[in-house]
């Protein structure tokens, strides 16, 4: 029993510092840093994996970066609403199936939220199938998932960039209140316009949770700009969003109002990709940016992330 206890130990260690590198590239690329990939070997493994059309996404999305305070003190503004609160920091993993005009995707969300006021944190886990297609009228998505609440190891992540940072530990009790619930969604995207490189699409997006919660509801606008053909595709987000049948335990995390988000998508190696953004007000809780990046692997066709992909708790 002791061994199997080292073991996990060990195994839970490089979990987090695995988690630990996602942030450290979060926290590196807003702030102007450049990294080197070596991806030669990477494409040559890729090239052998894609016989079926499967390709893996992992993204990471925070609500502060390095410097984020620094620039709103010489600016002497709030230009990024950086609390490190409530949904602070998600990490996200997706495998996906391509056919012709239809993908089916897995999705895995671990979403780490405080409440420093409160003094109590969550953390958030989910998983998701989707099947997704493209009708004549526009994109239509739909899935079911499963959504726990509890620990999950958020803090001991957390705290692991915080102390590669140099930023104060946060100290917060783990809520005694664990919750399991079943999950119903479904996305619809009619095409408005379409000419050149731009293409503009409504947004309506529904989807409920048991046992409280969080559900939501989201009507808006979506525009694509391809600036270089399967190379870099620029996405714009903007909506209304409210989230409802929310219990005691979830009410101080999720909230409702206009949200945005601006998403780049470039392609830096065959059949790999990377996708950078911004996002406004996402969770409804507040005017707070959360900023974030992911890598897709044997993409065979650029396909950009948008706020539909990173929008759930």
């Not at 692991?160 to 783990?174: C, G, Q, R």
């Amino acid at each position: 029993m002791k061994r199997f206890i080292v073991i996990y130990k060990i195994w839970l260690s490089k979990v987090e510092f695995s988690f630990g590198i996602l942030f450290f590239l979060n926290v590196l690329i807003p702030s102007n840093c450049l990294i080197a990939f070596q991806l030669d070997s990477l494409d040559s493994f890729l090239s052998k994996s894609n016989e079926n059309n499967y390709s893996f996404s992992i993204g990471n999305w925070n609500d502060n970066f390095l410097f984020d305070k620094e620039i709103n003190n010489l600016f002497d503004r709030n230009i990024f609403q950086t609390d490190d609160d409530f949904i602070t920091a998600s990490f996200w993993f997706r495998i996906s199936k391509q056919q012709k005009l239809s993908r089916w995707f897995l999705d895995s969300y671990l979403n780490m939220a405080t409440n420093r006021q409160l003094n109590f944190r969550t953390d958030f886990l989910s998983l998701m199938l989707n099947y997704e297609t493209q009708l004549e009228l526009g994109l239509l998505r739909v899935g079911s998932g499963i959504i726990f609440s509890g620990n999950f190891g958020g803090s001991g992540i957390q705290n692991f960039y915080h102390n590669m940072a140099s930023i104060t530990e946060l100290d917060l009790p783990y809520s005694n209140n664990n919750h399991f619930g079943l999950s119903i969604h479904s996305l619809i995207k009619p095409i408005l316009f379409d000419k050149n490189k731009l293409q503009i699409k409504e947004v309506t997006s529904f989807s409920l949770f048991t046992d409280g919660g969080p559900s939501s509801i989201e009507l808006g606008l979506e525009s694509n700009y391809t600036a270089i053909e399967d190379q870099l595709l620029f996405n714009f987000h903007l909506g209304c969003k409210s989230y409802f049948t929310l219990n005691e335990n979830f009410e101080s995390f999720f909230g409702k109002g206009i949200v945005w988000g601006v998403f780049s998508n470039i392609r830096i190696a065959k059949e790999v990709q990377s996708s950078f953004w911004i996002t406004g007000n996402q969770y409804g809780e507040g005017i707070r940016n959360h900023f974030g990046i992911s890598f897709s692997f044997l993409t065979q066709n650029l396909i950009p992330i948008t706020f539909e992909d990173v929008k759930y708790p």
